[in-house]
């Protein structure tokens, strides 16, 4: 499976982005699919994750802000990244497993990983 990450940029306090992840070489049916964040000097850390079935799981620092969803006819996940932080900034990284991990926020769970994207907010 390849993840191919996009949708980072440079933006201002408050403002808005949509990242989005998208698979190829197998179908992301069943599978998790989730986003990390690891900004400089820090350990990558969990930001959202969404089910097969849609349940979603959150950060506390993201939660009211960011919306994770999928499309998987698509073989694609996004998260709308509203009301953003200088604190969000990091680069992003989009990962899936199969099957879902109670551990979901644990990085050491998945296999597959995106390249990243690198997500700037400047105050």
């Known amino acids: 499976v390849q993840l191919q990450a996009s949708g980072g940029g440079l933006v201002q306090a408050g403002e808005s982005l949509r990242l989005s992840c998208v698979a190829s070489?197998?179908?992301?049916?069943?599978?998790?699919m989730a986003w990390f964040r690891q900004a400089p000097e820090k350990e990558r850390e969990f930001v959202a994750a969404i089910r097969e079935n849609n349940a979603r799981y959150y950060a506390d620092s993201v939660k009211g802000r960011f919306t994770i969803s999928r499309d998987s006819a698509k073989n694609t996940a996004y998260l709308q990244m509203n009301s953003l932080k200088p604190e969000d900034t990091a680069v992003y990284y989009c990962?899936?497993?199969?099957?879902?991990?109670?551990?979901?926020?644990?990085?050491?769970?998945?296999?597959?990983w995106g390249q990243g994207t690198q997500v700037t907010v400047s105050s």
């Open positions: 070489g197998r179908t992301v049916r069943g599978a998790t």
């Open positions: 990962a899936t497993r199969w099957p879902h991990s109670v551990q979901y926020y644990d990085a050491n769970q998945y296999v597959y």
